[in-house]
T-cell receptor
């Protein structure tokens, strides 16, 4: 069984559209994260969420919003997509202060 | 917030040689230091981690050393093999939340057969 699963794996869409990426973890972890990996392979934290607390990295535009229907899911919704949003987005989960387990990533391409 | 510097950005070694990647961090309160390996087109995978109550940890050909006084930690890979070729990331806790990791910019390791 895949521990952290993301869908879709690839997402190609036009500028200005709204899209969502789903993430589910079956590890029983309390904390989930979203990362953005750009073309230079830099991994940057976007959000962390643990049911009680959402922490947003200050550099993330408010067009990005995480939504958590329950402890095992943290979806990422993006409004008004821009060219600069093209990247690979990784979901991850962990116990508090523990090792983070990553999903396989969603490659987002904006046309 | 935490600042993590990683060097070198690229590293080429002959198969069988050793590889060393170094990272420095800024927050003296950081107490957990993982290393991730990312193969091309794949997800980052944890390969080894160390907590601040030990100075060294080893797992087969991989070892990590930590110097809390100097605020740096290093990844050592011995007897390198072609399948070790990947991008390696160090990380340290910090950023806006206590559970968040700040990653180094990565080291692309190429092992030449």
């Amino acid at each position: 069984d895949t521990a952290v699963s993301q869908t879709p794996k690839y997402l190609v869409t036009q500028m200005g559209n709204d899209k969502s990426i789903k993430c589910e973890q079956n590890l029983g972890h309390d904390t989930m994260y979203w990362y953005k990996q750009d073309s230079k392979k830099f991994l940057k934290i976007m959000f962390s969420y643990n049911n009680k607390e959402l922490i947003i990295n200050e550099t993330v535009p408010n067009r990005f919003s995480p939504k958590s229907p329950d402890k095992a899911h943290l979806n990422l919704h993006i409004n008004s997509l821009e060219l600069g949003d093209s990247a690979v987005y990784f979901c991850a989960s962990s116990r508090p202060g523990g090792a983070q387990h990553f999903g396989d990533g969603t490659r987002l391409s904006i046309l | 917030g935490e600042n993590v510097e990683q060097h070198p950005s690229t590293l080429s070694v002959q198969e069988g040689d050793s590889a060393v990647i170094k990272c420095t961090y800024s927050d003296s309160a950081s107490n957990y230091f993982p290393w991730y390996k990312q193969e091309l087109g794949k997800r980052p995978q944890l390969i080894i981690d160390i907590r601040s109550n030990v100075g060294e940890k080893k797992d087969q050909r991989i070892a990590v050393t930590l110097n809390k006084t100097a605020k740096h930690f290093s990844l050592h890979i011995t007897e390198t093999q072609p399948e070790d070729s990947a991008v390696y990331f160090c990380a340290a806790p910090g950023g806006a939340g206590s559970y968040q990791l700040t990653f180094g910019k990565g080291t692309k390791l190429s092992v030449i057969p």
